[in-house]
């Protein structure tokens, strides 16, 4: 979950304790019938070929078909019992993790059977409160799509809030361009969650009912076994504006470095908004840098700040480029991205391309790839100004499901 930014901006207050007056019924599961007051907006996107109303009730957003509303028992066993070697990720939501349950039956299974699981257990203090994870239970009920993350169910026991995901075995994008690893990921894999992280948002921009993502970050881009690029947490996701409306006007919430200016400082939010952040995450598979690193010095602090200004220049682009990469990779095509990232980060939104424009741009890519070897830059290619910092500083509470632990295996 993105936390939100400094003084001069009005922020979300994470309500972490239970709704007061609610009883506990069914080992300590909430009872619906207290909860039918409780209203969420809600986008009336239409899921199995039914449309749903807006705003739900959260007695609605939880009985939402395909969920499984799981006992805080059956989770307990599913994951033996939260041990830490069953950990694969923490953040200031909470922890992740890993579990097995019945495919069928969905109820817990033995270790190494059944079908694998990331459990989200979020911390009765931490930075995701009731209403965000509500939020997720809703949009996740109500959205299926293969570049968004699949929400099997969830658990709501007490002052217990947990969600239960597929599990995606490479974890975020974040862990792989940022952390030391034996394989530095290749720009064809770069193109490739690129591309499937643009489709998740283009699809959320062009639902029946729009939904503004409003979280777009690489700790939030998770990838299954092939790379396949999906969306996770949706806590602050928003239902976009209706009639001739532009904009919500919302308090501000997100992660600094990734957030469009003008959400910053005046709170109005658009499809556009989130065209910006996809625009920071393309300068981050470009560069290999975080969005916002305060260990560096000066203007490089902000990767946006560094990068403009190479954006635009084909023979200056070299010297940003993720020497990671040891310069493999087409010319052309890195040209063709930067120039994308500079549109998505335009200061004007209306002159910011469309989603579904970015993602027709990348995909071209993917025509031209078969047809120009990628090939080094030079006969030794020179150090590019940029050094990767294998130990930065995190600057928000990541909620995506797979912030790598200590304890990951």
């Given amino acids: 979950m993105g936390n939100c930014f400094g003084s001069s901006a009005q922020v979300d207050s994470y309500n972490s304790n239970p709704t007061p007056g609610v009883s506990k019924v069914d080992a300590g599961r909430r009872s619906r019938s207290d909860l039918s007051n409780s209203i969420v907006s809600a986008p009336s996107v239409k899921s199995s070929n039914q449309s749903l109303p807006t705003p739900r009730s959260e007695d609605e957003i939880l009985s939402s078909p395909g969920l499984k509303n799981f006992y805080f028992n059956d989770l307990k066993t599913a994951t033996r019992n939260f041990r830490p070697d069953s950990l694969i990720g923490e953040g200031g939501f ?83 361009l940022f952390r030391r690893g034996p394989q530095p990921v290749s720009w064809a894999t770069r193109i490739k969650v690129a591309i499937g992280a643009a489709t998740g948002l283009a699809f959320l921009h062009d639902a029946e009912s729009q939904v503004i993502y409003r979280d777009f970050k690489a700790s939030n881009i998770l990838l299954d076994a092939e790379f396949n690029a999906k969306l996770s947490d949706f806590g602050l996701a928003k239902a976009g504006p209706t009639g001739d409306r532009t904009h919500v006007s919302t ?134 100004p940029m050094r990767n910092n294998h130990s930065p500083m995190h600057f928000t509470p990541s909620a995506s499901p797979y912030r790598q632990s200590p304890h990951a295996r």
């Fill in 94 to 176: 909470g922890y992740v993790y890993k579990g097995w349950i019945d495919e069928q039956t969905l109820s817990p299974s033995r270790p190494g059977s059944g079908m694998v699981v990331a459990v989200k257990k979020l911390k009765p203090e931490g930075f995701q409160g009731h209403k965000e994870w509500l939020a997720e239970v809703n949009y996740l009920g109500l959205l299926h799509h293969p570049n968004l993350v699949k929400l099997i169910g969830y658990c709501l026991d007490g002052e217990n809030r947990l969600l239960v995901y597929e599990f995606l075995p490479k974890g975020s994008l974040e862990n792989h």
């Fill in 251 to 384: 308090q501000v919430m997100g992660t600094q470095g990734y957030a469009a200016p003008e959400y910053v400082a005046t709170g109005r939010l658009s499809a556009k908004s989130d065209v910006y952040s996809y625009g920071v995450v393309l300068l981050e598979l470009l560069t290999g840098r975080r969005a916002l690193d305060k260990s560096r010095a000066g203007v490089e602090q902000s990767l946006v700040d560094w990068a403009k200004p190479y954006l635009g220049d084909r023979r200056k682009l070299f010297r940003i480029m993720d020497t990671k990469l040891e310069g493999q990779y087409p010319q052309k095509a890195a040209f063709t991205v930067a120039t994308l990232a500079l549109q998505c980060l335009n200061p004007e939104p209306r002159s910011r391309p469309k989603m579904s424009e970015a993602l027709e741009e990348l995909e071209k890519l993917q025509d031209l790839k078969n047809g120009n070897k990628s090939h080094k830059i030079g006969s030794s290619p020179m150090r590019s």
